[in-house]
């Protein structure tokens, strides 16, 4: 099969990778203890417009035992401390996706951070067409164990399609009984998930992420407005709470969630007094590898 790798397709996945290697360096330099979370991922978004791309889903900054989906709420005023602290940013143009994750550590675990950055890359060293997904999982699991440590089994890498920040395949994080063969031309994100906890995070009740289901009708005002704006604007990109223009946001969203138009997703946590490193990249395969969109 032959892939055309100048395509727009391409170009723009290429463009929204440069623009969160930028983003990414400046939330780096911005993190330390004392800062707001709520002004770095302002900045963020805000760097990703000015830019010429959208935020391909709200900042991330995962604390600690937090994994994944903790995102500030308007008016936040939690800072950042001694913590880990995960910061995972998406970027689209038209719906092409770039999705990138570091850990910046004022926790003093080394090791941890590392396990996770070993892992991912020996697996974009592996990556090219004709690997399977369960080769990748295995080498990914047996990275952060050589660590010490155990992945996040429960959380996987996935493909990027158009306007889908979660398609098909998964790319897991440890050894799995079957997997799928990748192709020349494939985009997917891999992120090895590292923790000194079991290995398995679960739902906690904070939601401040969503993204649409299914289109339907709404009397409410409010909630009319909000679909409006996600429907234009986020399509099937989540988004967060904060981000919506509208009068009182957080009812809108329980009156879209109820009529099972938008879902939301909660924060994902080891338990409390563990901790979660993460490193992900975005990767194109090529006829003998791959490029990857994040990196330099
Ligand atoms: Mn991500
Ligand atoms: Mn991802």
Not at 141 to 158: A, C, D, K, Q, S
Not at 190 to 202: C, L, Q, S, Y
């Amino acid at each position: 099969m032959s892939v055309d790798f100048e395509s727009e397709q391409y170009r723009k996945h290429r463009e929204a990778g440069e623009i969160l290697q930028t983003v990414r360096a400046e939330a780096i330099e911005r993190i330390e203890p004392g800062v707001s979370h709520l002004e770095v991922a302002e900045h963020v978004e805000g760097r990703i417009r000015e830019l010429g791309a959208e935020p391909a889903f709200p900042m991330n900054i995962s604390i600690d035992e937090e994994a994944a989906h903790a995102t500030p709420t308007a008016g936040d005023d939690e800072t950042f401390g001694e913590e880990m602290i995960n910061i995972d940013i998406g970027v689209h143009i038209d719906g092409y996706i770039a999705d990138a994750a570091i850990t910046v550590d004022f926790s003093g675990h080394d090791e941890l951070v590392e396990a996770s950055e070993a892992a991912l890359n020996a697996a974009v060293e592996t990556v090219e067409p004709g690997v399977s997904t369960d080769l990748l999982g295995d080498i990914i699991g047996r990275t952060i164990e050589g660590y010490g440590f155990n992945p996040v089994v429960n959380l996987t890498g996935h493909g990027l399609g158009h306007w889908e920040q979660h398609a098909a395949p998964n790319i897991p994080n440890r050894r799995v009984s079957q997997g799928v063969e990748l192709d020349v031309g494939d985009v997917i994100a891999i992120e090895p998930f590292a923790t000194d906890g079991r290995g398995k995070v679960t739902e906690g009740s904070d939601e401040e992420i969503f993204a649409l289901d299914e289109e339907g009708s709404v009397r409410d005002r409010g909630a009319r407005q909000a679909l409006d704006q996600i429907t234009g604007t986020f399509r099937t990109l989540p988004f967060a709470t904060r981000w919506l223009d509208v009068a009182r946001p957080e009812m809108a969203l329980r009156r879209l969630n109820r009529q099972d138009i938008v879902h939301g997703y909660p924060v994902l946590k080891e338990q409390e007094g563990y901790y979660v490193s993460q490193k992900e990249h975005t990767v194109v395969l090529t006829e003998d590898g791959c490029e990857v969109t994040t990196r330099a």
